[in-house]
């Protein structure tokens, strides 16, 4: 399949004009095989959303990565739209939900996902200030190696990946793939160890 691009005849959700594009593009991807990239762009107010779906499925697998040092951060995450980030931790989940998006990036970038959950959780509860900045806290001692943390993937349709030596891989269990929830990004403020 060469790239395709057409209008679509739906009103932008930013700015509600009638200029969207759709363009897909399918491309082989490392330790992934097929993917179909999508993208829907406006050509009045720069709006995008972007995916990749994966166009094959493999075995359900859970990557598990201990975080220790600083050189921890460059591991490669690729997490399809199928795919839940824990780092228990922090409390912290990034699970898949209707509007989910594929990303591949590292571990610093999943953990930069996180700040910026936590910095619209500081405007919309400032009653949990406190709780919140110290999740923010712990992020940067992981960051700098300070505090060791455990970062786990898991996806029902093997399409995620914790690209290090230092990941373990197993495939899930039928319990596990059945616990796997559909959601958004949550930080559970109540329940964080130390």
């Known amino acids: 399949m060469t790239e395709q691009e057409m209008p679509i005849n739906t009103p932008c959700p930013v700015c ?3 200029t969207l594009r759709y363009r ?3 491309l082989e991807i490392p330790h992934f095989g097929k993917c179909l990239e999508t993208l829907i762009y406006c050509t009045s107010c720069g709006f995008k959303h972007t995916d990749i779906m994966i ?3 493999r075995e359900p697998t859970r990557y598990e990565m201990k975080i220790e040092t600083e ?9 399809s739209t199928s795919g839940t980030i824990t780092i228990p931790e922090l409390g912290a989940k990034l699970e898949p939900g209707p509007y989910s998006e594929a990303f591949i990036t590292n571990v610093e970038g999943v953990l930069n996902r ?3 959950i936590l910095l619209q959780l500081l405007h919309t509860y400032p009653a949990k ?3 919140i900045l110290d999740v923010m806290r712990k992020i940067g001692y992981i960051r700098h190696g300070k505090m060791n943390a455990t970062i786990i993937l898991e996806d029902p349709f093997g399409n995620s990946a914790i690209i290090s030596d230092k990941a ?5 269990t039928k319990d596990e793939i059945k616990n796997l929830k559909t959601g958004e990004i949550t930080v559970d403020l109540r329940n964080h160890e130390e």
């Not at 050189?71 to 997490?79: G, T």
């Not at 373990?168 to 899930?172: D, P, V």
Request: charged share 40%; net charge positive.
């Open 55 to 57: 166009l094959e499925t």
């Open 129 to 131: 200030k406190g709780e």
């Open 71 to 79: 050189n921890d951060m460059n591991a490669r995450v690729v997490r």
């Open 114 to 116: 996180f700040v910026d």
């Open 168 to 172: 373990t891989k197993r495939k899930l």
């Open 24 to 26: 897909a593009n399918e």
């Open 16 to 18: 509600g004009n009638r």
